[in-house]
């Protein structure tokens, strides 16, 4: 990924980090149908698992605030947590002992090939540019077992995002808004097969969400 890009969204959360934990700490703000479909990844491979066991990456997982979510779907699921910042991954390690965490950018992850059943990245593409999606999304591809599953949420359009004042802080952020259907053939383009696909329209709610918001399942082929 750009190294520009990516030490500015590095300087970005940990200047933010403890408001962001006190502000989102938990799936609340997450839509009933944006839920469901983490729970429909868990529980595909749940079914299949003799023991339930159903290892889950939180790709991008800031403070962990997907984690309780994911521990909730069963006994079974492990989840681990990789995220750029490590002041949000200070938050994470306190707020969920016992889960692993560890520090790494997207596009280079620590994980052996083949180690989850499934991804989630979670808005966590948001600072990716359009062009450094293939490699990201190879690289997600890389850590999933054949035949699992990754899942991706992002906010839906094209063009960039820019938000002074960003989590009642002095500091800028800058997301990018993804095109479905170009994240449609990046994905297949890294191998992954596309199973669904899912732009809804902004909530008037606390969310406060100023664009659609596009979902993608996507399976490993091999």
């Known amino acids: 990924m750009d190294d520009a890009i990516t030490d500015r969204k590095r300087a970005l959360y940990e ?40 290892e ?23 989840p681990t947590g990789a ?21 790494a950018d997207l596009a280079a992850l620590p994980f052996a090939d083949g180690r989850f059943d499934g991804v989630v990245a979670w808005y966590s593409i948001i600072h990716t ?21 990754l899942l991706l949420a992002y906010q839906a359009g094209v063009g960039e995002r820019v938000r002074a004042g960003a989590y009642g802080h002095q500091v800028e952020l800058l997301a990018f808004l993804h095109h479905t259907p170009y994240v449609q053939a990046a994905l297949e383009a890294a191998g992954l097969a596309v199973e669904l696909t899912l732009d809804r329209a902004p909530r008037d709610s606390r969310a406060q969400e100023r664009q659609p918001q596009g979902f993608v399942l996507a399976r490993r082929r091999d």
């Open 15 to 54: 200047e933010v980090a403890d408001t962001y934990a006190e502000w989102l700490p938990d799936t609340s703000f997450e839509a009933g149908i944006d839920l469901a479909l983490i729970r429909d990844l868990v529980e595909q491979f749940a079914a299949q698992a003799p023991d339930g066991r159903v």
């Open 56 to 78: 889950v990456l939180d790709a991008g997982c800031g403070t962990g605030r997907l984690i309780p979510y994911l521990r909730s779907l069963g006994d079974g699921v492990v």
């Open 83 to 103: 995220d750029l910042s490590p002041a949000m991954l200070a938050h994470a390690r306190a707020a969920h002992p016992g889960v692993e965490f560890v520090a």
């Open 129 to 149: 540019p359009p062009h450094a999606l293939p490699r990201v999304f190879g690289e997600l591809r890389r850590v999933l077992r054949p035949g699992g599953l």
